[in-house]
């Protein structure tokens, strides 16, 4: 490859960073040389983005719009790779006690008698706990004492010491500093959300960007997403 195919461009969900930053990037930059040139936004704003034209190499993105780019011809069908599951977790301030809400009513008392809780009304995670409150029937409970942000890092209220608990995909908890991740909430309610990569139609370096997704569906990026709060969506390999 040329002198200007030493910088692959990515658009990605916020999901992933955590897992990106730390150990895929950084390994997938020294084993190739190739310098990764990320843009972070939540898949509405990357659709959006895509829609208004503009391109990258990759796109890692929730799978609903990843379908649709796929039937619109914008991704190849032949490069789209399965990368991971994120799920809904609630997150505390760094050092503060971690409640038990391994059951659906242990986490009801833990959300009724908490302080203060912060979700975001916009993004996948706040709708759905939103919804969820309603359902468990302590909407407003939950809500008289809630702090709510348009769309973001929910646990940044946390840290500000705004809110005592945060609600979110657990790997976006695991992307602010001074947060802990009380745990994941318990299955029979819990929400998933699949993330798939692949090359644009039009990319302008394919060939790194195929680098960068047979990267995705090792056994190291296997062990990031787990690290980094997601549950891995990489396919074993078959035996011969």
Not at 169 to 195: A, C, H, K, N, Y
Request: glycine fraction near 8%; aromatic fraction near 6%; hydrophobic fraction near 45%.
């Amino acid at each position: 490859m040329g002198d200007d195919t030493q910088s692959l461009s990515i658009m990605s969900a916020l999901a992933v960073e955590v897992a990106f930053k730390r150990w895929i990037l950084p390994s997938f930059e020294q084993k190739t040389g190739i310098r990764t040139d990320l843009v972070w936004d939540p898949t509405t704003v990357l659709m959006r983005r895509v829609r208004e034209g503009e391109r990258a190499d990759v796109i890692l993105a929730i799978d609903y719009a990843m379908d649709e780019l796929e039937r619109d011809g914008v991704i190849r069908r032949d490069t789209r790779i399965p990368v991971a599951r994120a799920m809904v977790g609630l997150g505390v301030r760094h050092g503060a006690p971690k409640p038990d809400i391994s059951t659906v009513e242990a986490l009801k008392e833990v959300l009724v008698g908490a302080r203060s809780i912060a979700y975001s009304l916009g993004g996948a995670s706040g709708i759905y706990f939103q919804d969820l409150i309603k359902r468990l029937g302590i909407a407003d409970a939950v809500n008289a004492r809630a702090v709510t942000i348009p769309a973001g890092f929910t646990a940044t209220k946390v840290v500000s010491g705004e809110a005592e608990f945060a609600v979110q995909q657990v790997s976006e908890l695991m992307s602010v500093d001074g947060v802990d991740v009380v745990g994941r909430f318990p299955d029979e309610i819990q929400t998933f959300t699949d993330f798939s990569a692949a090359i644009f139609t039009d990319a302008r370096h394919p060939e790194a960007a195929q680098s960068f997704l047979d990267l995705l569906g090792s056994d190291a990026a296997v062990a990031a997403y787990e690290k980094g709060g997601l549950a891995s969506l990489v396919r074993a390999p078959t035996a011969a």
